[in-house]
């Protein structure tokens, strides 16, 4: 965490790469990473904010409401029709858990998985597949062409 006054950065990646990115998941089967990434960079939330969310928050919803951890404020999320269907997707290939679970959750203990947690597979997918970005909660977030 960065310190009172600090100045921090958040990288990004194109929209090739981040393409590209989801494509490689998809073919590891990694569908959790490649739904995190997706809902990440669409809803453009931190990821306390991902980490906490349902299946009910986003299956078969055209939008949501999502209240921000460190604002509280509220903020209403559009869901694209083709949005949904890989978030539909994606929930099949995961097995369709039940709806009411969180979406992210640490199997052994049945909470949502740390940021720590996230951290770490970010920086293991960044040199698994060569990615050329700093990782930061943002980073799925943010994307220029």
């Not at 590891?28 to 928050?57: G, H, N, P, Q």
């Not at 858990?97 to 049945?110: C, D, E, H, M, Q």
Request: hydrophobic residues 35%; positive net charge; glycine residues 2%.
């Amino acid at each position: 965490m960065a310190k009172k006054n600090q100045l921090t950065t958040s990288d990004y990646m194109s929209e090739a790469e981040f393409k590209n990115l989801l494509d490689l998941l998809r073919a590891d089967k990694e569908y959790i990473w490649e739904l995190y990434a997706r809902v990440s960079f669409y809803t453009a939330c931190r990821s306390s904010d991902v980490l906490k969310m349902r299946w009910s928050t986003i299956l078969d919803k055209e939008q949501t409401v999502v209240v921000e951890t460190k604002t509280k404020k509220a903020r209403k999320i559009k869901f694209t029709e083709c949005m949904r269907e890989k978030i539909h997707e994606l929930y099949d290939l995961l097995g369709k858990p039940p709806v009411n679970s969180l979406i992210f959750a640490n199997k052994r203990t049945g909470e949502h998985i740390t940021i720590q947690y996230v951290n770490q597979k970010l920086k293991s997918v960044k040199e698994k597949y060569n990615l050329s970005i700093d990782h930061s909660p943002y980073t799925l977030s943010n994307f220029h062409k």
